[in-house]
C-alpha cells in the first residue's frame, strides 16, 4: 500500500514527522480523510481529532483547537 508523508507540527515544537497510509482532519465543512497521492489543498481546521493510521495498524489520535492542512505532492504538513 502506497504511503503518504505527513508533518504535524506546533508553533514550538513538532508533532509528528513520518508516513500514514491515511490521516483524518476535523475540516471546516467536515471530516476529510487524506490518503496517499490525495489531489492537492489547503483547508482551515476545527476543534477536533487528527487521526493517524500507520502502516504497522496502529492509530495515533491528537487534539487539536484549530490548524491548517496542505496536501501537495504526496506530502500533508498540518499546522496547529
Known sequence: MKLLN???ARVDMPVFDGEAISVT???T???MT???DHT???SPLKAG???IKKENGEQESI???SGVLEMNDNHATILI
Do not use: E, M, R
Request: charged content about 10%; overall charge negative; aromatic content about 0%.
Open 63 to 65: 487534539s487539536i483547537d
Open 25 to 27: 482532519v476535523p475540516g
Open 49 to 51: 481529532t487528527i487521526l
Open 40 to 42: 492537492p489543498i489547503i
Open 34 to 36: 487524506l490518503l496517499a
Open 29 to 31: 465543512a467536515g471530516d
Open 6 to 8: 505527513l508533518t504535524i
